[in-house]
């Protein structure tokens, strides 16, 4: 693909941002930051939620869904407009993210934003919600117990928006969110963005929307952008982190994230990168707040190589400079997988995606391609020396070979053996020549039991 064809995929080359109606402060901002054309999402969305239109939009992960709702809020809004708009999002990362990037676009607008979370104390947050920002992006707990404390009204909201609302379900904010749009009983809009859009979004949308415009800027047979270059390596578990010490080293990333599956395995996979004088940081949900922000700061500086992470703590990561994407532990939901690579290849680059696939997980390998409709190829490190099966992994498989055997001898003593012929016209009365020794333990006694009166 040329870069005529790569641009035209994400940017909506055709027009600019003045094109699509909003105000001189908003524009100036835009021009400042650098944007020449809008994504595709941008086009379509911005026009729609600057007239007033609750709008659904689907978007793949990297086109700029941030800016497709930002940019309206900061049109439509004006200084004064206190807790006007309400931003929910489902990690900390990504409400500082998201806060941050309004920030910059709406320097113009005077308009003020604040980002509420939990891990920040109350009372820091509560003095800056009384100063009455315009915006707030905020996480639904934090969110809630402002709102239940009185310091985070609803009644002036005039714009609510779900971010990333497929990932807000998936780790559990479901209720809240019906809490905080249930509350929400004055007129307003409400714009719901994702990559994925379920039959439970849809459910959310018909019960808290008016008459939504339903917008995807998805190809139905393609989640995942023609930038990313999506390969797998076959690899056994005890050797995923030397071949990912490996990879890294042939690979030689700008910038690279890992994706595990468990807060542990990610503690236990940067340990073990640091040990091998590779740049590395964990990043997950069980770490104290102000070393996360470290570690986004770090990361944004450009003074990480690889950043460890899981999948929720990673929903905050939206940096540019991200070259590969690792999936040290491959998904069991394959839109996990989508959403992991949409953090390369972002707004029209090019990236890498390498998966670690262990030998019994095609169907998972298969799952990803068939949601995707790309063909993953299969990408081999000659130099790389498989490491031997470790001693606890073969004594684990030597006792679940004996645990096997074991219980088919018991089940083979258990069935009983049909009688002889002596006793053959008995077997011919009971199916499979058992005959029953003695009357059984309990008997009805005559009588028969029914259903209650």
């Not at 934003?113 to 315009?134: C, F």
């Not at 019906?178 to 859009?197: D, E, M, N, P």
């Not at 083979?412 to 499979?432: H, L």
Request: proline share 5%; glycine share 8%; hydrophobic share 35%.
């Amino acid at each position: 693909m040329n870069g005529a064809d790569l641009m035209s995929e994400i940017f909506d080359t055709q027009r600019s941002f003045s094109d699509l109606g909003l105000k001189p402060e908003v524009l100036s901002g835009i021009a400042e930051v650098g944007f020449e054309h809008p994504t595709h999402v941008q086009s379509e969305l911005i026009p729609l939620a600057i007239a007033g239109r609750d709008v659904m939009g689907q978007s793949r992960t990297g086109t700029g869904k941030t800016a497709a709702f930002g940019l309206p809020i900061l049109h439509l809004l004006e200084p004064g407009d206190a807790f006007g708009a309400l931003c929910l999002v489902p990690t900390r990362e990504l409400a500082i993210q998201v806060a941050r990037e309004m920030d910059v676009l709406g320097k113009n607008t005077g308009l003020h934003k604040l980002a509420v979370y939990g891990g920040q104390k109350i009372d820091i947050q509560a003095k800056r919600l009384q100063r009455r920002p315009e915006i707030i992006v905020g996480t639904p707990g934090r969110v809630m117990d402002m709102n239940r404390r009185g310091m985070l009204p609803y009644d002036r909201l005039r714009i609510a928006v779900l971010d990333e609302v497929d990932r807000m379900l998936d780790i559990g904010f479901r209720e809240d969110i019906r809490k905080i749009l249930g509350t929400i009983k004055h007129k307003h809009q409400t714009i719901f963005v994702s990559a994925t859009i379920s039959d439970e979004i849809e459910r959310l949308a018909r019960k808290y929307m008016r008459n939504p415009e339903n917008l995807s800027t998805v190809d139905a047979k393609s989640l995942t952008v023609s930038q990313v270059q999506q390969r797998y390596v076959t690899v056994h578990p005890w050797d995923k982190r030397r071949l990912l010490k490996h990879i890294i080293e042939v690979e030689d990333p700008e910038l690279g994230l890992v994706f595990c599956r468990t807060k542990a395995t990610v503690d236990k996979v940067a340990g073990y990168l640091c040990d091998k004088n590779i740049n590395a940081a964990a990043l997950h949900a069980d770490m104290h707040q102000s070393k996360r922000n470290r570690v986004m700061e770090q990361l944004r500086g450009g003074d990480l190589h690889i950043v460890v992470a899981s999948d929720v703590a990673a929903r905050g990561i939206d940096v540019d400079g991200i070259t590969h994407v690792f999936n040290l532990d491959i998904p069991e939901d394959p839109e996990v997988y989508v959403h992991r690579i949409g953090r390369t290849a972002r707004t029209g680059r090019s990236g890498q995606a390498i998966m670690f696939v262990e030998p019994e997980q095609g169907p998972l390998l298969m799952g990803v391609e068939r949601l995707t409709n790309v063909e993953i190829t299969e990408v081999f490190y000659d130099a790389f020396e498989p490491g031997p099966e470790p001693r606890k992994v073969r004594e684990r498989r030597a006792q679940i070979d004996q645990d096997r055997e074991t219980n088919k001898q018991n089940l083979s003593r258990s069935v009983k053996q049909a009688p002889d012929a002596e006793s053959a016209e008995d077997a011919e009365r009971f199916p499979g020549g058992i005959v029953p020794s003695a009357l059984p333990k309990k008997r009805m006694g005559g009588r028969l039991r029914g259903r209650r009166r």
